[in-house]
């Protein structure tokens, strides 16, 4: 075994299954442990080469001089063998120079491998200094002069060999050559040897698309480790038992299993497949080949390229033992089938969400719930939504007439490694009567990475094939405590322990890509700023620029101001009142693509199950902006509840008819499925006048109502019990446009925040301002006109005091906001 393994085999568990094999010594041992390869700069002496790769060139050089030696023999023929070796020596002293710097360079490397003092002079020392002076070019330019460079070689070294074998001038050498070529041959021959130029055109343009979208790395080509992957140890681990298997696969086969041929790494985009891919390239000591199903079908050659990249993998698999193969973006490659279910449609005619911006009533709720929400109108809520159907009848190849069957050739590369190959061993040893040799245990892994599993054909997933699929999700919070210390730690930051704590929770569902992309907006806030090193405000700014995207360029008039921000109110303080599953996350009434304001929630910590409770309390949340406008503005209301009233009457739906969660046992979803539940079906229940009801009108619809009434009695409730603290959150919003969480609980709660002080909002004097201020508000509202006091200011004294005072003939408080906790605006336009 390569001793540049990573492979500890002391030990006859099987560590996949966690069970002993049988063996003399069972169980004696403890299980093995994967070590990581050492990296190439840790390296002391230079990685031993083998016995090819010491004589190649040699080997080369005396093929030649062999030719030039069998040339002067026949242009003289009685000329002995000894004396056209001596007239080489004395003309061809250039190849036995050429030989005499290959045997010093061999000898180089053999002093390398066992001398780490020779390594590190000529490495650091001498190579090392010439890197540091050509690293000053750019990559572009080494590339190219590297490119000329080798070619130049080339054709020097090949002109000189044909002036000598043509006893001319080597430039002349290179323009005879094709005509002596030709003109060597018979008629017949040169008929067929333009032949095969026409069909060697079209052989050339396969080739090369074959070669299209694949790439090979050797040992040490890639740097990235497993140590580099973080957030998904999880899955790791399984990944590592996979390599740990193909580094020694006796370790499985001598008790009659089989390594596993097929990893499949699925989840959302972001979560760090293709790292993990890189990292197993990294790891290894076998050849990874990557490949790129868009660049193998680029020119139509898709099958072709399938069978060319099997052939390689063949080949190295021989040489090196195994190798690793990797397809990204699987999906591309691996469906023959359509999928009928796609994106949502899009609503048709004038609706209340494309006539009336509402406000972005999703936002506030558990992305779980929000994806049901989506979905429920497009599949049956009691299925959730339904994976990609696939049509058997009339299929369409995948990649039309550009893929070339490419799927069918990747499954039968799959399923026939086992076949013999060879012209020799199959055709002529069956016409000798002979029967074909098996051939050697190729042992390829085959890994591929999907955010669409569900467009994978069936056949391409079986065992034999894909043996171990593997969801790449979410990272969880400790993962993604993990991720935000690995990427920090390549920045100056002062952020502390507790606070990287803090960012994994408000941040449920971010993904390495996004941990990253978070973390380098976070430098360009602070560099943009002047500073070098990124402080906790610069995060929440990057956090909130990637959430909600930079702000409109818009003003809200007075009155509209006010009454978004008692919009966002009454949700923020109904939140943070009777919900406990969700934290608020974000308040904000800077006007987005989509939305005129929002509060946002996340999830504190991961939960799996959700309860009636739970579901109550986002139906309130979702009615305090109906309960809020009817209790602030005398019984009126905007249009920008319809989000809210859609979300409420959706969830009421489902906890009615659906969940259990109602009046009712029986689910709703049955007796819709059947055609005897109403709501429109075909066989639903009638009506006086002969007519199918509508849902409404069922008792079901009559559950929905008075469930949705009772809950926004509830909520007007609490938000009249709780009216200054409304006001008090309105006024916030209105002075800083954007609240964090953290700022909003201190609001409400009377305590300090992170950016504002939420203890002035608790004295009389402001509840009495306020109360003011919202009152020429609302004439303004009723009178469709302009408020004309500004908004009020005041100042925090050393003790939690108002200090009251009036400005221009209005009401307010004089003095900066209480956002002056340190630093401007959060959330403000840059």
């Known amino acids: 075994m390569d001793r540049e393994g990573a492979l500890n085999v002391e030990s006859n568990r099987d560590p996949v299954a966690g069970v002993s094999w049988p063996d003399h010594d069972l169980g004696s041992t403890p299980p093995p442990r994967y070590r990581s390869r050492e990296r190439d700069e840790d390296r002391r002496t230079r990685k031993p080469s083998g016995t090819w790769d010491r004589i ?27 004396d056209a070796f001596r007239e080489q020596l004395r003309s061809g002293a250039w190849l036995l120079v050429l030989a005499a710097i290959e045997v010093v360079r061999q000898v180089h490397y053999l002093i390398s491998e066992r001398s780490a003092a020779w390594h590190q002079f000529w490495t650091n020392r001498v190579f090392g200094r010439l890197d540091q002076r050509t690293e000053r070019m750019s990559s572009w330019t080494r590339f190219r002069i590297s490119r000329v460079f080798r070619w130049t070689v080339t054709v020097v070294v090949l002109a000189l060999a044909l002036g000598k074998l043509f006893d001319t001038d080597p430039v002349l050498a290179l323009f005879q050559a094709p005509a002596k070529l030709v003109g060597a041959l018979p008629m017949v021959f040169q008929f067929g040897l333009l032949f095969f130029v026409i069909i060697i055109q079209f052989v050339g343009m396969a080739w090369y698309a074959a070669r299209q979208g694949i790439d090979i790395y050797f040992p040490d080509d890639i740097k990235t480790r497993f140590t580099d992957v973080w957030g998904q140890d999880n899955v790791l681990e399984r990944v590592k038992e996979n390599i740990l298997f193909l580094e020694n696969p006796d370790q499985i086969e001598a008790k009659g299993g089989h390594v596993p041929a097929g990893i499949l790494l699925w989840g959302p985009p972001g979560t760090g497949k293709t790292l993990m891919a890189e990292a197993v390239a990294g790891e290894t000591g076998k050849p990874y080949v990557f490949v790129d199903p868009g660049g193998m079908t680029s020119f139509g050659f898709g099958a072709l390229a399938v069978k060319g990249v099997f052939r390689k993998l063949r080949k190295l698999a021989v040489r090196y033992g195994g190798v690793i193969v990797f397809f990204d973006e699987a999906d591309s490659l691996g469906s023959r089938s359509l999928n009928t279910r796609g994106p949502l449609p899009a609503p048709t005619g004038a609706t209340a969400w494309s006539t009336n911006p509402p406000c972005n009533g999703l936002s506030y709720l558990d992305p779980r719930t929000a994806r ?20 058997r009848d009339g299929f369409f190849m995948m990649g039309g007439a550009g893929g070339g069957g490419m799927l069918q050739a990747l499954l039968t590369e799959l399923s026939g ?22 051939p050697p245990k190729y042992r390829i892994l085959v890994m591929m990475a999907t955010n669409m599993p569900q467009a994978l054909d069936e056949a391409l997933l079986r065992p034999g094939r894909i043996d171990r699929i593997y969801k790449v999700g979410y990272p969880s919070k400790p993962g993604r405590v993990k991720t935000y210390e690995g990427y920090l730690s390549k920045v100056r930051h002062e952020l502390t322990a507790e606070q990287i704590d803090k960012l994994a929770t408000i941040t449920p569902y971010a993904t390495g890509a996004t941990i990253k992309d978070v973390v380098n907006e976070a430098l360009i806030q602070a560099i943009r700023n002047g500073r070098e090193v990124i402080t906790w405000r610069d995060v929440m700014r990057a956090k909130q620029l990637k959430d909600l995207g930079p702000p409109e360029d818009v003003e809200y008039i007075e009155r509209e101001r006010h009454a978004v921000a008692v919009h966002e109110a009454c949700h923020a303080v109904t939140a943070a009142k009777v919900r406990r599953h969700l934290s608020i996350d974000i308040a904000t009434i800077e006007k987005g693509g989509t939305y005129l304001g929002m509060v946002a929630s996340i999830p504190p910590e991961d939960q799996f199950t959700r309860w009636r409770s739970e579901y109550e309390a986002d139906i309130m949340v979702s009615l305090a902006s ?23 009457t959706t969830v009421a739906t489902l906890m009615e008819g659906y969940w259990g969660m109602g009046q009712s046992v029986a689910s709703h979803g049955v007796t819709h499925e059947v055609g005897i539940g109403g709501g429109g079906r075909p066989g639903g229940p009638k009506g006086k006048d002969g007519k199918e009801k509508e849902l409404l009108e069922t008792g079901l619809g009559e559950r929905i109502e008075e469930k949705l009434g009772e809950l926004l009695e509830r909520t007007h409730k609490l938000l009249e019990e709780n009216r200054h603290l409304v006001l008090a959150v309105a006024h916030a919003l209105e002075a800083n446009k954007t609240l964090t969480g953290d700022d909003v609980i201190a609001i409400v709660e009377g305590t300090e925040g992170p950016l504002v002080d939420g203890r002035p909002y608790h004295t009389p004097e402001f509840r009495d301002v306020a109360e003011r201020y919202h009152a020429m508000a609302l004439q303004a509202h009723g009178a469709h006109g302009k408020v004309d006091v500004p908004l009020p200011q005041f100042v925090v004294a050393k003790q939690p005091q108002l200090v009251a005072s009036t400005r221009d003939g209005a009401d ?4 900066p906001s209480p956002h002056a906790n340190g630093g401007s605006r959060p959330g403000g336009a840059e």
């Open 626 to 648: 109906l309960a809020g406008e009817r209790l602030f503005f005398d019984g009126d209301n905007s249009s920008g509840v319809s989000g809210d009233l859609e979300s409420a």
């Open 56 to 82: 190649k060139v040699l080997v080369l050089l005396l093929g030649l001089w062999s030719v030039l030696v069998w040339t002067a023999m026949a242009d003289n023929p009685i000329l002995p063998f000894r």
């Open 812 to 815: 307010g408080f004089d003095g």
């Open 417 to 438: 490694l086992k076949k013999p190959r060879g012209f020799m061993n199959r055709v002529v040893r069956r016409a000798l009567g002979m029967r074909p040799k098996p």
């Open 372 to 391: 049901t929400l989506l979905t429920a109108t497009h599949t049956s809520p009691s299925s959730g939504p339904e994976p990609g159907r696939r049509i």
